[in-house]
């Protein structure tokens, strides 16, 4: 499955954007979608994953309650909705898919099999 994010951005503090992530190619019920960043200088962290038939989400602690992590089946895209973004957010995002895991969200990146190509998001105080 190919992933293409999309969406980043400069935007000041305190406000928002929405990435999205299409998907050409497949995805199965029972695969997790992924958000994860880097920020400079940083190794790459969890943000958000949603499975994709079931809807069930996780979010790592740092986003929880900002930032929302939705998809629309019909369309193959996942979105993440960002809201009260901090200079803290600032990070290159990609979207990955996870076809192998079955049972809980995993917030590994390394069980992610197929990864988009990054989207810069910049957030200036």
């Known amino acids: 499955v190919q992933l293409q994010a999309s969406g980043g951005g400069s935007v000041q503090a305190g406000g928002s954007l929405r990435l999205s992530c299409a998907a050409s190619?497949?995805?199965?019920?029972?695969?997790?979608m992924g958000w994860f960043r880097q920020a400079p200088g940083k190794e790459r962290e969890f943000v958000a994953a949603?499975?994709?038939?079931?809807?069930?989400?996780a979010y790592a602690a740092s986003v929880k309650g900002r930032f929302t992590i939705s998809r629309d089946n019909a369309e193959n895209t996942a979105y993440l909705q960002m809201n009260s973004l901090s200079p803290e957010d600032t990070a290159v995002y990609y979207c990955?898919?996870?076809?192998?895991?079955?049972?809980?969200?995993?917030?590994?990146?390394?069980?992610?099999?197929?990864w988009g190509q990054g989207t810069l998001v910049t957030v200036s105080s």
């Open positions: 949603i499975r994709w038939s079931a809807g069930n989400t």
């Open positions: 990955a898919l996870a076809r192998r895991i079955t049972s809980a969200i995993t917030t590994l990146g390394t069980a992610y099999d197929d």
């Open positions: 190619g497949r995805i199965f019920s029972t695969n997790i």
